[in-house]
């Protein structure tokens, strides 16, 4: 299958500041790349929609401020979770659709925020 | 919002057993996907089905969709220890210019030696 890899795994910042998530389809171009959060024992909650060169789409509830996702590129979008607080702490995942609309997820990122 | 209802939630069975979780909506989905989560990574697909009625084997696992594609099925035979993960079932809805992927809730399912 399709292979999408995630940077960092594992993050830990204090209060205030920015963290940058990388994704990457390694093997496929994706011109759409999906950003989830995952709370314990819960199932997936999407974020936002991330189009490679134009604006991501936000779900309800997500502040855009907040977490600024960029698609520079079809292999790579970012997340950034600026001036982080406790309750950013996660578990955050992209995803990247191929052109037979299946999700390839990445592994995952853990941000901690002090 | 489409709806995906995914059961059972918990499942904790004993080595060797067969089980059976269910993916339920009342729409129609142009393809229904089955990923397999385990802690602290992200999911790994397992299966695509796309055509209603249709059955995909992968070892012990079978999946099946329905023939009116609006619910989907994956049976386990034989669990084993390593089976042990959170089952998430995903419903793609694709239109002019439209995507959308609806997850079930998981089934966190734990298979006990």
């Known amino acids: 299958g399709a292979v999408v890899s995630q940077h960092p795994s594992r993050v830990i910042c204090k209060s205030g500041t920015s963290v940058k998530i990388e994704c990457r389809s390694l093997?496929?171009?994706?011109?759409?790349m999906f950003w989830y959060r995952q709370f314990p024992k819960q199932s997936l909650m999407l974020m936002a929609t991330?189009?490679?060169?134009?604006?991501?789409?936000?779900e309800q509830g997500v502040e855009k401020d907040k977490f600024l996702i960029n698609h520079a590129s079809l292999t790579l979008s970012t997340l950034t979770v600026t001036s982080a607080h406790p309750e950013d702490s996660s578990f955050y995942i992209c995803?990247?659709?191929?052109?037979?609309?299946?999700?390839?997820f990445g592994p995952g990122t853990r941000l901690t925020v002090l | 919002t489409q709806l995906l209802e995914q059961s059972p939630q918990f499942l904790s069975i004993q080595e060797g057993e067969n089980l059976t979780v269910y993916c339920n909506s009342s729409?129609?989905?142009?393809?229904l996907q089955w990923y397999r989560q385990e802690p602290g990574e992200g999911p790994v697909l397992l299966v695509t089905?796309?055509?209603?009625?249709e059955v995909k084997k992968l070892k012990r696992l079978t999946f099946q969709f329905g023939d009116a594609r609006k619910d989907s099925s994956l049976h386990i035979t034989a669990a084993q220890p390593g089976d042990t993960g959170l089952y998430l079932c995903?419903?793609?809805?694709?239109?002019?210019?439209?995507?959308?992927?609806?997850f079930g809730k998981g089934t966190k399912l734990s298979v006990i030696p």
């Open positions: 729409s129609v989905f142009s393809s």
């Open positions: 991330s189009n490679e060169g134009s604006k991501a789409t936000y």
């Open positions: 995803s990247a659709r191929t052109n037979t609309d299946t999700q390839y």
């Open positions: 093997d496929f171009q994706a011109t759409t």
């Open positions: 089905v796309v055509t209603g009625g």
């Open positions: 995903a419903g793609a809805k694709v239109g002019a210019g439209s995507y959308q992927l609806t």
